[in-house]
């Protein structure tokens, strides 16, 4: 059974995923002001640079309803910030507003957070519930805190494969994906910061990379091989927080072995055989499925770490 405090945290997490294009390289976060069983307010961080969450929740309230603010609760899908950036601190804003009690989807990894704002709060006495579908709210953000736990993007492996397990013919590119299930491929471009391939694919196919079937920013282009290796953290250090690898099996092996990877994508056109070819990459021993969605005879699976 949903609880109420499951109810509005997601709805927080319905605004925080209007963030996803422009809130990066920030998190994305929304809020909640619930006033018995009436929403007074309620925002999302739109922009980074712009308002948290937080404070376009509090604007979003009505003046008559302002008088309401210490009976209310805030839901906010991430740990409300402690210090001062481009903006000043949510946590000061909420005890300035006065709200009685705050409900927390999951702390902040960010190691200027980091369970600084909950401290904040309740040291000023303000009850706080911490952990509210922490798993979706986590989910959420899994780019963020892949980039501030391991100094490193969050890797995405993806690849197409013929129903008898091959990525080509004969060495010959084949088209595997239908139009729909490329044009997901571009949303999926469009929402990552850098896409990479190999030389050979590059030189064999010359992969355009971008997102003609989509709208959104392109991704931005890598290609690697022995002599130009990855460099993670170059990568780090340019604020690139997400990179899906779309390389040949050899440079996907490379991640593979190294297990530098968060998320395998892997979509089987179960109509479409070839005689011959180079074979799809095994997947790791260990892995989970994370969902499974069927477009016209093409299954894309995403595959998460197992245990």
């Not at 309401?68 to 839901?75: K, V």
Request: contains cysteine.
């Amino acid at each position: 059974m949903t609880t109420t405090d499951e109810q509005y945290m997601r709805r927080c997490l319905q605004l925080a995923a209007c963030g996803r294009q422009n809130a990066k390289p920030n998190p994305m976060v929304g809020a909640v002001i619930v006033v018995g069983d009436r929403i007074i307010g309620e925002g999302y961080h739109v922009r980074c640079g712009e308002g948290h969450a937080e404070v376009n929740a509090f604007a979003s309230v009505r003046p008559e309803d302002e008088a309401l603010l210490p009976m209310a609760t805030m839901y906010v899908s991430l740990e409300p910030c402690s210090h001062y950036g481009k903006t000043p601190p949510c946590a000061d804003l909420i005890i300035k507003k006065g709200a009685r009690r705050v409900v927390v989807g999951c702390i902040d990894e960010f190691a200027e957070v980091q369970g600084r704002g909950i401290a904040k709060l309740h040291e000023a006495g303000i009850d706080v519930t911490v952990g509210v579908l922490e798993a979706e709210c986590r989910a959420l953000n899994r780019r963020f805190f892949t980039f501030h736990r391991l100094h490193r993007p969050y890797i995405i492996l993806k690849w197409a494969r013929t129903a008898n397990g091959f990525i080509e013919d004969h060495g010959r590119a084949v088209q595997i994906s239908s139009p729909f299930t490329q044009m997901l491929s571009h949303k999926l471009r469009a929402e990552e910061d850098a896409i990479l391939v190999g030389r050979v694919t590059d030189e064999r196919e010359h992969p355009q990379l971008n997102v003609r079937h989509w709208t959104g920013p392109d991704p931005k282009r890598l290609v690697v091989d022995r002599r130009h290796p990855l460099d993670l953290a170059t990568l780090y250090h340019h604020n690139i927080q997400s990179l899906i690898v779309e390389g040949g099996r050899r440079t996907l092996e490379s991640f593979l072995i190294q297990g530098l990877w968060d998320e395998i994508r892997v979509e089987t056109n179960t109509r479409l055989c070839v005689g011959d070819g180079t074979r799809a990459p095994q997947l790791p021993a260990t892995v989970s499925v994370v969902s499974s969605e069927c477009y016209d005879g093409n299954v894309i699976v995403t595959y998460a770490r197992g245990t």
